[in-house]
Nanobody, 121 residues
Framework: QVQLVESGGGLVQPGGSLRLSCAASGNIFSIGNMGWYRQAPGKQRELVAVISSGRSTDYADSVKGRFTISRDNAKNTVHLQMNSLKPEDTAVYYC???????????????WGQGTQVTVSS
């Protein structure tokens, strides 16, 4: 099977920075898009940022200019550098990846377990 394991969450003051990481392991032939989503209490899960295998990126309007997504294809990892954090960025952050398990298989979508990010003074 496949596992996505996130790390790097925590408590930070407004204006501070955090770097989230997500490592994929297991039965992996190739990885397509990788992304970060977040879910705040009482709200729906929303896309934060996505990066293709060719490193094209897209961001939610609310994080443009503050967050940067990157990936290391050799290590099957994706990162989210979060700067100028605001209280409204508080949420559980999940990584997500489209993964082919075999050369002939269609991609499956996998999720990490989530990591809490809290922005508060």
């Amino acid at each position: 099977q496949v596992q996505l394991v996130e790390s790097g969450g925590g408590l930070v003051q407004p204006g501070g920075s955090l770097r989230l990481s997500c490592a994929a392991s297991g039965n992996i032939f190739s990885i397509g898009n990788m992304g970060w989503y977040r879910q705040a209490p009482g709200k729906q899960r929303e896309l934060v940022a996505v990066i293709s295998s060719g490193r094209s990126t897209d961001y939610a309007d609310s994080v443009k200019g503050r967050f940067t997504i990157s990936r290391d294809n050799a290590k099957n990892t994706v990162h989210l550098q979060m700067n100028s954090l605001k209280p409204e960025d508080t949420a559980v952050y999940y990584c997500n990846a489209d993964i082919r398990n075999r050369i002939w298989s269609t991609p499956n979508i996998y999720w990490g377990q989530g990591t809490q990010v809290t922005v508060s003074s």
